[in-house]
């Protein structure tokens, strides 16, 4: 059975606060105090994962919230539920004696929905250790096995082990490693749990606003999201915004003949396909007016970038591309614009249920990812305007008989903002601060992305927090599968995030001097 720690660790609890300032920065063996609570650590992940959290099913996030204000009281935490109009969050605070700063922490704990059918195990919430066979296929292991054997490439499969249970984890056991030092971070510590982020954190932003003065820190770090794909130790100093836009073009009022009716009533498809290639040259760039406005790249910014060690032609190799779009020169600039993305087109039937008809409607799915120079009332607005300039009426709801009869080409549109982006100087407090955990912990700068790809709802805190910096530290393999069947975890990312983040914990903060030249 693998090792059990935490009534070892209730002792070291109650002297906590009889620690002195020079006990808190006493040096530790990072490597060697990781090793000896790894087992520990894959206690608590497995423990975590084997709770169903799928985002839709509010009785499963309860059993979440529950687990986690929990593990944190065992662990001496103040717990409080910041209620909201459905699920609520969790805030769990450490107070350090004399401390001058405060860090909180982001973390959510729900998970996408699963097809039992589509993984390769049992059950997508009983974890399971897994290492490639001679023949390069994954294959179920005992977990008992890492109690004497260990091998970073192994991996845990399970829902939410990488997104974003599995850095949770390592949260937690790199709390017990460094407390089981008669340790404690020189910084106050908060945590903020969202239970909702895989459907767009709908409340977050409310409940931010409403519990803000619960929530100030001097920095916010976000343990969510994979490393580059290099696997090399990275940080993420921003992330984009996401908005949806939902588009219906419409045709004859139902399904009809392509016989009788083709050359005669209008196709919703073919105009949907027209206006969609309207928006963009053939080189994937947006000819929309003004879309790119306000993004201007100087050469310290793309020297940034360019430390950032992307092969382009590798990248294109990996995901079966010849050309890329024409949005920036490299994988890295083209993250620092705002993308128009078609995410999904439907109208009439394909394969064995295609029918000789003219469709009714047509509906396209776009996401807009934004930057922080984008604002997406701006855009949306900039979409609209192109929309009409095509000849369209824009509904709000589906079209009447009048409204069919008077305007020949009709579009509803349906837009929503989930939120915004952001972004941190690399040469911030907490870019600095991190800067020396990491080399402390790696022996080397980790990578420093300027932004990432993907969307983190972090900008309600920013703006409701006095434009508080925040960093994404990120400790994932790349190809964790996430949002997808056969979710996984390498356990050399999971041992290599505990370390990370007892380094942090241990990383002075208070009499961090900045040079700012």
Not at 205 to 214: I, L, Q, R
Not at 216 to 227: F, Y
Not at 253 to 260: I, T
Request: aromatic share 8%; glycine share 6%; with cysteine.
């Amino acid at each position: 059975m693998i090792m059990k720690k935490l009534y070892l660790l209730v002792v070291g609890y109650s002297l906590l606060f009889s620690l002195s300032y020079a006990q808190r920065s006493v040096k530790i063996d990072l490597e060697e105090v990781t090793d000896s609570y790894f087992l520990h650590g894959v206690d608590i992940l497995n423990s975590l994962l084997s709770i169903p959290n799928d985002s839709h099913y509010p009785e499963q996030l309860i059993l979440n919230i529950e687990w986690c204000e929990a593990n944190l009281k065992e662990r001496g935490w103040l717990t409080k539920r910041l209620e909201t109009s459905s699920v609520p969050l969790v805030l769990g605070q450490k107070a350090v004696p004399n401390a001058k700063k405060t860090v909180l922490f982001y973390f959510h704990i729900d998970g996408q929905s699963v097809d039992p059918k589509q993984w390769e195990q049992p059950d997508p919430f009983k974890p399971v250790l897994k290492k490639k066979n001679k023949d390069g296929k994954w294959e179920i292991i005992p977990m008992e096995t890492l109690q004497n054997d260990y091998d970073p490439e192994w991996r845990v499969f399970a829902r939410s082990a990488s997104d974003d249970k599995g850095p949770f984890a390592m949260f937690l056991a790199a709390w017990d490693a460094m407390v089981s030092k008669g340790l404690m971070p020189d910084y106050n510590v908060k945590v903020i749990l969202d239970f909702e982020e895989e459907i767009g954190s709908p409340n977050l932003a409310a409940a931010v606003t409403k519990y803000k003065n619960d929530l100030k820190a001097d920095m916010m770090l976000i343990m969510d999201g994979p490393r580059h794909v290099s696997n090399m130790p990275t940080l993420s100093f921003g992330a984009r915004g996401i908005s949806q836009i939902t588009l219906t073009t419409y045709g004859p009022r139902v399904d009809l003949h392509s016989g009788h009716y083709g050359n005669y009533a209008p196709n919703p498809a073919l105009r949907m396909s027209q206006l969609l290639a309207s928006m963009k040259d053939e080189r994937g760039r947006v000819v929309i007016p003004g879309f790119y406005d306000g993004i201007r790249l100087t050469q310290a910014e793309k020297d940034i970038l360019a430390m950032v060690p992307d092969d382009d032609e590798d990248i294109m190799r990996k995901i079966g591309i010849g050309i890329t779009d024409n949005v920036g020169e490299t994988y890295q600039e083209s993250l620092q614009y705002p993308s128009l993305n078609i995410r999904g087109l439907s109208s009439g039937s394909v394969g064995n249920e295609a029918r000789t008809i003219v469709p009714a409607i047509a509906v396209a799915e776009i996401d807009v990812r934004l930057v922080p120079e984008s604002d997406p009332e701006r855009l949306f607005a900039l979409i609209r305007k192109h929309i009409e300039d095509q000849g369209y009426y824009i509904l709000d709801k589906d079209p009447t008989d009048e409204e069919r009869a008077k305007y020949p080409k009709l579009i509803k549109w349906e837009g929503s903002i989930s939120y915004q982006a952001f972004r941190t100087p690399m040469d911030s407090e907490p870019g600095i601060w991190l800067n020396k955990a990491y080399v402390r912990a790696f022996g080397n700068e980790p990578i420093r992305n300027r932004i990432s790809g993907g969307s983190l709802p972090i900008a309600p805190f920013v703006e409701a927090l006095d434009n508080i910096p925040a960093v994404t530290v990120v400790t994932v393999n790349f190809d964790n599968n996430q949002h997808g069947p056969n979710e996984n975890i390498r356990i050399g990312n999971f041992k290599e995030g505990i370390k990370t983040a007892l380094a942090i914990f241990t990383e002075p903060l208070s009499e961090l001097k900045i040079d700012k030249k």
